[in-house]
């Protein structure tokens, strides 16, 4: 399929997708995380010989089904629904099917997979997982902190250094365990890419338990303006 071809495909997607994910801003996976999730999975895909049909368009959907009530609860079924309804509208895109819904089902590096999954699945589950790493998925963490109502960290140990995560319990145990989701990537790019997300991680660490010890770390709202201070608050994407 010639190049415009695909990329025609992915603007219906996106323009069909849309409207699901602004909503999603609220917590912290709104269009903005959909567009870079897509331009890293076409990147990756480039190098990786994988089908770029699949992956552009599983990078739009793979969280569309996230919804402003319930947040990640159910998403992923949801987000398989609204690829499968868009496989009976668009005949090229039912040519692909089982690796589209593949690539949307194990999108999250979390969970448990088969051992080989296509290269497409790989492509998209990479690309999440870095806009999941440094000063972006920081962001969204702190963003989703906010909206589930979770304190922004242990009174003591606000980096969890000397306690087991809670996930559920504080944001900022969260943010610490977004470090150990690198291991995971599996394409050569994604790794190279990483290293770069891992230092911002170093520094937003840093800095953020210098303001905590000055007293300057009080809630959410201050956590965000320290990584808003190295990235932009809105994306223009949205």
Sequence with gaps: MLAAEVDAIHQHV????RERWAPNKIHGHGPDHAMRVYSMGLEIAATEGADALVVGAACYIHDAGMRPDVGRTGHIERSLQIASALCDDLPKLASVRNPLLTSIRYH?????SPDQL???AVCVRDADTLDRLGFTGIRMTLQYGV???RP????TDPLCRE???DLNGFTMDYVRYLESLSAHLATPLARSKSIEKQEQHEL???EFELRFRQGRMRDHEAALDLVNAHIPSESPFE
Excluded: D, N
Excluded at 152 to 155: E, F, S
């Design 14 to 17: 996106w323009q069909a997708v």
């Design 108 to 112: 999250e590096v979390e969970l448990a």
């Design 118 to 120: 296509p290269t497409e």
């Design 147 to 149: 909206w589930i109502g």
């Design 152 to 155: 922004l960290c242990h009174p």
């Design 163 to 165: 306690h087991a995560p």
């Design 204 to 206: 937003y660490c840093r």
